[in-house]
């Protein structure tokens, strides 16, 4: 199995039960629950990025969400493999297309995102035919650091969900020394940057909600129906201009 499951009897330990009274009803009774994919850039046995990245999808799970966790060990570079037929390259496309939104976690390195990070993002192509893998997803992005904080990386990262044509929330987390904050089992302490990753979490599991209903809308572009042979809706109001 290539996707990282944390379904299990004690998913919430007592440092997410924290919130359990607490916790808002974001969903109605007959919504599905938001589909959201998380993709971490380390590979390290000891991953601060994907411990992060589990932690979030422990939150978002107890928000209500259904997530799936893109493990990027066999991965190849892009352009590597001719024609992108690779197993783990279709599942990561499959993943995004089944996704409504992302969170995105890289560590920083050498003041930026690690080339694993964008090798994922570069293999997610803005069209694949009529399919749009990445346009009208929401995106939380995350960082973390072995030194102080910064916030290269999240700027890159949205910098990327703009370019992917995603709506990135605008909330983020940033966890600096990160070696400090998770505990020998993989659990991260509690601290404001636990907070701050719930509250970004709980912010994403919100703007899905809210969004889905409209993605449509937004998403739709007089340039994409026109290349597509679509009657233009607007051609009439651009013609009397």
């Known amino acids: 199995m290539r996707l990282r499951s944390l379904a299990d009897p004690d998913l919430l330990p007592a440092l997410d039960r924290r919130f359990a009274e ?10 599905h629950p938001p589909r959201i994919l ?18 979030a999808a ?24 001719a024609g992108d037929d690779h197993p783990a390259v279709q599942e ?9 939104g992302q969170v995105w976690c890289s560590p920083e390195r050498h003041g930026q995102i690690t080339g694993l990070m964008k090798a994922q993002i570069d293999h997610l192509p ?3 035919g009529a399919v749009r893998p990445t346009q009208g997803r ?13 916030f290269n990386a999240v700027n890159s990262l949205r910098l990327l969900g703009r370019w992917m044509r995603m709506f990135t929330i605008p909330n983020q987390s940033s966890v600096a ?25 709980e912010e994403l599991v919100r703007v899905t909600v809210l969004l889905r209903p409209h ?8 340039s994409e129906r026109k290349e597509a042979g679509l009657k233009p809706a607007a051609a009439g109001i651009i013609s009397a201009m």
Not at 38 to 55: C, D, I, V, W
Not at 58 to 77: C, K, M, N, V, Y
Not at 95 to 100: A, D, F, G, P, V
């Open 126 to 128: 803005l069209s694949i």
């Open 138 to 150: 929401t995106l939380a992005v995350m960082q973390v650091s072995g030194g102080s904080q910064s």
């Open 177 to 201: 020394m990160a070696y400090k904050e998770f505990d020998a089992d993989g659990r991260m302490r509690p601290s404001s940057y636990y907070d701050r990753i719930v509250d970004v979490m």
């Open 92 to 100: 990561l496309r499959e993943l995004s297309t089944w996704s409504e």
């Open 22 to 31: 607490g916790a808002p009803a974001l969903l109605g009774p007959d919504d």
């Open 58 to 81: 422990r939150l978002l799970q107890f928000f209500g969400a259904e997530t799936r966790i893109f493990d990027p060990s066999d991965l190849p570079l892009p352009d590597q493999v």
């Open 38 to 55: 998380l993709l971490y850039g380390s590979l390290r046995p000891r991953s601060f990025s994907r411990l992060a990245t589990e932690e």
């Open 215 to 222: 993605t449509a809308m937004l998403t739709d572009r007089y």
